[in-house]
């Protein structure tokens, strides 16, 4: 069984930081896809960024210049670097793992909370 696991979201004030890290359990070479996806109460599901396996990004562009997509192959890990925060990102934050064979895997969701 495929197994996604994130971490590093919490409250952080207005104009601070937060990182989000996922690893998932499939092998580097079998993934083409990592992302992120956030759900606001309320709001539908919207993607933020995404990393392709030839490191090709794509933003949202409410976080364009303020968030940042990176991986770590060798970790099958995907991290999403969150700076000068604002209330708009108060979300639950979602990763998305999408393979070359078309399977679809999602964190379980991680709270970012931005307030002062």
């Known amino acids: 069984q495929v197994q996604v696991v994130e971490s590093g979201g919490g409250l952080v004030q207005p104009g601070g930081s937060l990182r989000l890290s996922c690893t998932s359990s499939?092998?580097?070479?079998?993934?083409?896809?990592m992302g992120w996806y956030r759900q606001a109460p309320g709001k539908q599901r919207e993607l933020v960024a995404s990393i392709t396996s030839g490191a090709s990004t794509n933003y949202a562009d409410s976080v364009k210049g303020r968030f940042t997509i990176s991986k770590d192959n060798a970790k099958n890990t995907v991290y999403l670097q969150m700076n000068n925060l604002n209330a708009e990102d108060t979300a639950v934050y979602y990763c998305l793992i999408t393979s070359y064979r078309g399977d679809i895997d999602w964190g379980q969701g991680t709270q970012v909370t931005v307030s002062s």
């Open positions: 499939r092998s580097s070479s079998s993934i083409y896809v």
